[in-house]
């Protein structure tokens, strides 16, 4: 399915990619979720994987909760531009390095629900008109959630795939 344009689609996608990252992740046996990645990736395994998931669904709501009082948010995150990403997603790896698999598991699963239950508080209109808030700059709230969830799980199918080869 192409990159979402509608909330249908935004609920759609996101759920079935979830479920696939899910059922992608299940198929394997337990020791190897829990195997290291090869060397090269700053998510090490899967845990790591859904941690950054989790996190960013956590930035996500706090954004929305922010910009929604008409306050601007930090984004990504207070301290970090969008330049430097890549120093945000190491920092979220190492506060989350040391989490069982099995609570990344349910955290990533409880923030995928709380995102999910975001969108369903919105029409189409609140979701993917442009400029509608002044915290989403120029784009829309409904940019921002595809980027936090279908086009997010998309990308950790890829890298565990990936590293699973």
Do not use: C
Not at 21 to 46: S, V
Request: charged share 30%.
């Amino acid at each position: 399915m192409a990159r979402p344009k509608n909330k249908t689609e935004l609920l759609t996608l996101g759920k079935k990619n979830f479920e696939l990252l899910m059922g992608f992740i299940a198929g394997f046996p337990k020791e190897e979720q829990n195997a290291e990645f090869p060397k090269g990736t700053m998510n090490r395994n899967i845990r790591d994987v859904l941690m950054h998931l989790h996190h960013w669904h956590l930035m996500m709501l706090d954004w929305y909760t922010i910009g929604m009082k008409g306050e601007k948010p930090d984004m990504p995150a207070k301290g970090y531009t969008w330049k430097t990403t890549p120093e945000l997603n190491r920092w979220i790896w190492e506060k989350y390095k040391d989490t069982p698999l099995e609570d990344a598991k349910k955290n990533f699963k409880s923030s995928f629900e709380k995102v999910r239950n975001l969108i369903k508080k919105h029409t189409n209109e609140e979701l993917f008109e442009k400029k509608r808030y002044k915290w989403t700059g120029t784009t829309s709230l409904g940019a921002y959630l595809v980027s936090a969830t279908s086009s997010h799980y998309d990308w950790a199918i890829k890298l565990i795939k990936k590293a699973k080869k």
